[in-house]
Protein backbone atom coordinates (compact mmCIF):
# COMPACT_ATOMS: atom_id res chain seq x y z
CA UNK A 1 0.00 0.00 0.00
CA UNK A 2 1.54 3.45 -0.86
CA UNK A 3 2.18 6.04 1.69
CA UNK A 4 -0.10 8.99 1.73
CA UNK A 5 1.47 12.04 -0.02
CA UNK A 6 2.15 14.97 2.37
CA UNK A 7 1.68 18.26 0.64
CA UNK A 8 2.62 21.74 1.09
CA UNK A 9 1.28 24.19 -2.35
CA UNK A 10 3.90 27.03 -2.13
CA UNK A 11 3.55 29.72 -4.88
CA UNK A 12 1.89 27.35 -7.40
CA UNK A 13 4.89 24.23 -6.31
CA UNK A 14 4.26 21.04 -4.82
CA UNK A 15 6.58 20.94 -2.14
CA UNK A 16 6.15 17.18 -0.67
CA UNK A 17 7.47 15.79 2.27
CA UNK A 18 10.41 13.68 1.82
CA UNK A 19 9.10 10.72 4.53
CA UNK A 20 5.31 10.29 5.20
CA UNK A 21 5.46 11.19 8.76
CA UNK A 22 3.79 8.35 11.17
CA UNK A 23 0.45 10.62 11.89
CA UNK A 24 -2.02 13.32 11.64
CA UNK A 25 -4.71 14.57 12.61
CA UNK A 26 -7.18 17.36 11.55
CA UNK A 27 -10.66 18.53 12.66
CA UNK A 28 -13.53 21.24 12.48
CA UNK A 29 -15.26 23.04 15.36
CA UNK A 30 -17.30 26.16 15.93
CA UNK A 31 -17.81 28.45 19.26
CA UNK A 32 -21.28 27.35 20.35
CA UNK A 33 -22.88 30.43 22.03
CA UNK A 34 -25.25 29.74 25.43
CA UNK A 35 -27.44 31.99 25.65
CA UNK A 36 -29.97 32.00 29.00
CA UNK A 37 -34.01 32.27 27.43
CA UNK A 38 -36.73 32.83 30.30
CA UNK A 39 -39.22 29.83 30.32
CA UNK A 40 -36.36 27.36 28.48
CA UNK A 41 -33.36 27.56 30.00
CA UNK A 42 -29.89 27.01 28.65
CA UNK A 43 -30.23 27.35 24.80
CA UNK A 44 -27.39 26.47 22.07
CA UNK A 45 -27.32 28.93 19.32
CA UNK A 46 -24.30 28.39 16.16
CA UNK A 47 -20.91 29.77 16.77
CA UNK A 48 -18.05 31.23 14.52
CA UNK A 49 -16.00 28.39 13.01
CA UNK A 50 -12.95 27.68 14.66
CA UNK A 51 -9.40 28.10 13.18
CA UNK A 52 -7.89 24.20 13.91
CA UNK A 53 -4.63 23.49 14.18
CA UNK A 54 -1.74 20.75 14.49
CA UNK A 55 2.13 19.70 14.32
CA UNK A 56 3.52 17.25 12.22
CA UNK A 57 6.76 15.41 13.09
CA UNK A 58 8.96 14.61 10.01
CA UNK A 59 12.42 13.73 9.16
CA UNK A 60 14.40 15.27 6.51
CA UNK A 61 16.90 12.38 5.28
CA UNK A 62 20.56 12.88 3.79
CA UNK A 63 20.68 9.96 2.19
CA UNK A 64 18.57 8.48 0.07
CA UNK A 65 16.75 5.72 1.89
CA UNK A 66 14.23 2.74 0.82
CA UNK A 67 11.33 4.51 2.83
CA UNK A 68 11.94 7.85 0.95
CA UNK A 69 9.34 9.22 -1.34
CA UNK A 70 9.48 10.28 -4.75
CA UNK A 71 10.91 13.42 -5.56
CA UNK A 72 12.47 13.55 -2.06
CA UNK A 73 15.76 16.03 -1.98
CA UNK A 74 17.92 14.32 0.25
CA UNK A 75 19.81 17.37 1.37
CA UNK A 76 17.84 18.67 5.11
CA UNK A 77 18.57 22.35 4.22
CA UNK A 78 16.69 22.72 1.62
CA UNK A 79 13.48 21.77 3.98
CA UNK A 80 14.93 23.65 6.80
CA UNK A 81 15.34 26.78 4.78
CA UNK A 82 12.07 26.75 2.82
CA UNK A 83 10.24 26.12 6.36
CA UNK A 84 12.06 28.82 7.73
CA UNK A 85 11.09 31.41 5.07
CA UNK A 86 7.57 30.42 5.24
CA UNK A 87 7.55 31.36 9.15
CA UNK A 88 9.46 34.23 8.37
CA UNK A 89 7.40 35.62 5.36
CA UNK A 90 4.05 34.62 7.36
CA UNK A 91 2.99 33.59 3.72
CA UNK A 92 -0.38 31.42 3.46
CA UNK A 93 0.13 27.96 1.88
CA UNK A 94 -2.32 24.99 1.04
CA UNK A 95 -2.12 21.89 3.39
CA UNK A 96 -2.76 18.46 1.55
CA UNK A 97 -3.19 14.87 2.94
CA UNK A 98 -3.47 12.70 0.51
CA UNK A 99 -7.31 13.11 -0.12
CA UNK A 100 -8.15 13.43 3.52
CA UNK A 101 -7.04 17.24 4.27
CA UNK A 102 -6.86 20.04 2.55
CA UNK A 103 -6.83 23.44 4.39
CA UNK A 104 -5.07 27.19 3.67
CA UNK A 105 -2.41 27.47 6.75
CA UNK A 106 0.33 29.05 8.11
CA UNK A 107 3.93 27.75 9.31
CA UNK A 108 3.08 28.97 12.88
CA UNK A 109 6.20 27.31 14.49
CA UNK A 110 9.28 25.38 12.70
CA UNK A 111 12.09 23.43 14.88
CA UNK A 112 14.50 21.12 14.03
CA UNK A 113 17.13 18.55 15.33
CA UNK A 114 20.28 16.27 14.54
CA UNK A 115 20.84 13.30 16.78
CA UNK A 116 22.14 10.34 15.08
CA UNK A 117 25.41 11.67 13.45
CA UNK A 118 23.69 10.52 10.25
CA UNK A 119 23.23 14.22 9.19
CA UNK A 120 19.43 13.48 8.89
CA UNK A 121 17.38 15.89 10.23
CA UNK A 122 14.04 15.66 13.15
CA UNK A 123 11.76 18.49 12.84
CA UNK A 124 8.63 19.45 13.74
CA UNK A 125 5.81 21.47 11.99
CA UNK A 126 3.09 23.49 13.88
CA UNK A 127 0.32 24.49 11.58
CA UNK A 128 -2.21 27.11 12.07
CA UNK A 129 -5.29 26.99 10.21
CA UNK A 130 -5.99 30.52 8.15
CA UNK A 131 -9.26 31.67 7.92
CA UNK A 132 -9.61 35.10 5.71
CA UNK A 133 -10.99 38.23 7.99
CA UNK A 134 -13.60 38.25 5.38
CA UNK A 135 -14.88 34.96 5.85
CA UNK A 136 -14.94 35.21 9.54
CA UNK A 137 -17.22 38.75 9.05
CA UNK A 138 -19.59 36.92 6.87
CA UNK A 139 -20.58 34.29 9.06
CA UNK A 140 -20.33 36.37 12.31
CA UNK A 141 -23.23 39.28 10.45
CA UNK A 142 -25.23 35.94 8.96
CA UNK A 143 -25.18 34.71 12.51
CA UNK A 144 -26.13 38.00 13.99
CA UNK A 145 -29.27 38.62 11.42
CA UNK A 146 -30.53 35.08 10.43
CA UNK A 147 -30.21 32.60 13.34
CA UNK A 148 -32.22 29.82 11.74
CA UNK A 149 -29.79 29.93 8.18
CA UNK A 150 -26.51 31.30 8.95
CA UNK A 151 -24.32 29.54 6.22
CA UNK A 152 -26.21 30.32 2.99
CA UNK A 153 -24.83 28.64 0.35
CA UNK A 154 -23.45 30.80 -2.46
CA UNK A 155 -25.91 32.14 -5.40
CA UNK A 156 -25.12 30.20 -8.62
CA UNK A 157 -23.46 32.47 -11.10
CA UNK A 158 -25.42 33.22 -14.81
CA UNK A 159 -22.42 35.25 -15.96
CA UNK A 160 -19.02 34.23 -17.06
CA UNK A 161 -16.34 36.09 -14.57
CA UNK A 162 -12.56 35.81 -13.73
CA UNK A 163 -10.83 35.59 -11.06
CA UNK A 164 -6.92 35.89 -10.10
CA UNK A 165 -5.75 33.55 -7.72
CA UNK A 166 -4.21 34.77 -4.29
CA UNK A 167 -1.75 32.95 -2.17
CA UNK A 168 -3.10 30.11 -0.51
CA UNK A 169 -6.02 29.98 -2.97
CA UNK A 170 -7.14 26.18 -4.39
CA UNK A 171 -9.77 25.47 -6.74
CA UNK A 172 -12.55 23.55 -4.25
CA UNK A 173 -12.45 26.74 -2.36
CA UNK A 174 -12.52 28.93 -5.36
CA UNK A 175 -16.14 26.74 -6.45
CA UNK A 176 -17.10 27.08 -3.09
CA UNK A 177 -16.88 30.87 -3.40
CA UNK A 178 -18.75 31.26 -7.23
CA UNK A 179 -20.84 27.86 -6.99
CA UNK A 180 -21.49 27.23 -3.68
CA UNK A 181 -19.94 23.61 -4.00
CA UNK A 182 -16.64 23.16 -3.68
CA UNK A 183 -16.65 19.21 -4.79
CA UNK A 184 -14.26 17.08 -7.39
CA UNK A 185 -16.84 17.76 -9.79
CA UNK A 186 -16.94 21.58 -10.03
CA UNK A 187 -12.93 21.85 -9.63
CA UNK A 188 -12.35 19.26 -12.32
CA UNK A 189 -14.46 20.77 -14.22
CA UNK A 190 -12.92 24.05 -14.05
CA UNK A 191 -9.77 23.44 -14.37
CA UNK A 192 -10.41 21.30 -17.35
CA UNK A 193 -12.75 24.80 -18.57
CA UNK A 194 -8.98 26.75 -18.14
CA UNK A 195 -7.03 23.93 -19.92
CA UNK A 196 -5.31 23.08 -16.36
CA UNK A 197 -3.87 20.31 -16.13
CA UNK A 198 -3.43 19.30 -12.71
CA UNK A 199 -6.71 20.94 -10.51
CA UNK A 200 -4.49 20.83 -7.14
CA UNK A 201 -1.98 23.00 -9.00
CA UNK A 202 -2.65 26.65 -9.54
CA UNK A 203 -0.45 30.06 -8.47
CA UNK A 204 -0.70 33.45 -7.29
CA UNK A 205 -1.71 35.78 -10.17
CA UNK A 206 -2.70 33.24 -12.18
CA UNK A 207 -6.18 34.42 -14.16
CA UNK A 208 -9.15 32.06 -13.94
CA UNK A 209 -12.23 32.28 -16.33
CA UNK A 210 -14.93 31.25 -14.11
CA UNK A 211 -18.17 30.24 -15.82
CA UNK A 212 -22.08 29.84 -15.11
CA UNK A 213 -22.52 27.14 -13.86
CA UNK A 214 -24.94 25.69 -16.76
CA UNK A 215 -21.17 25.96 -19.12
CA UNK A 216 -19.55 23.56 -16.34
CA UNK A 217 -21.73 20.38 -17.35
CA UNK A 218 -22.06 19.78 -13.48
CA UNK A 219 -24.88 17.58 -12.75
Known amino acids: MAAIPFSFIVNGREVRLPVTPSSYSWGTAQGINSVDVDGLGS ?10 SD ?12 FCGPGAV ?9 FTRLVREKQVVRYIVGDRVNA ?10 EQDGTRDVYATIYLAEY ?80 PPTAQLGVT
Open 55 to 66: NIACMFPAARYP
Open 131 to 210: IPLDAVTTQTTAAAGDTENYAREAEPETDTQTYTVAAGDCLSVICRRFYGYGTPAYYNAVAKYNGIKNPHLIYPGQVLTI
Open 43 to 52: VNLPGTRQAH
Open 104 to 113: RVLIDEFTYR
Open 74 to 82: TEPRYYIDL
